[in-house]
């Protein structure tokens, strides 16, 4: 349980800042999408999923169910290669 409550906010956090680096669409973001032959749109989404991530796993403290979902999601998201 410690751990969970230690790592949930460390993931929230990380996730949170990369999405929304992705969905402001800043420059190296932008970069980094066009090396991997995407438009800004695409990244955008992805970085709005990373947001649901961040979000879900805060929840999850108080809900677990949801917390497990968004977990769940992330990985999903993580193993996608373009």
Do not use: C, D, N, W
């Amino acid at each position: 349980m410690i751990a969970l409550l230690a790592l949930a906010p460390i993931v929230a956090a990380l996730f949170l800042a990369l999405g929304s680096a992705k969905v402001s669409a800043l420059a190296p973001m932008r970069a980094r999408a066009a090396h991997l032959g995407h438009s800004t749109a695409p990244y955008r989404v992805i970085g709005a999923l990373e947001i649901a991530g961040a979000t879900g796993t805060v929840l999850g403290l108080i809900a677990p169910l949801i917390g497990a979902l968004a977990g769940g999601g992330l990985l999903l998201l993580l193993g996608v290669r373009p």
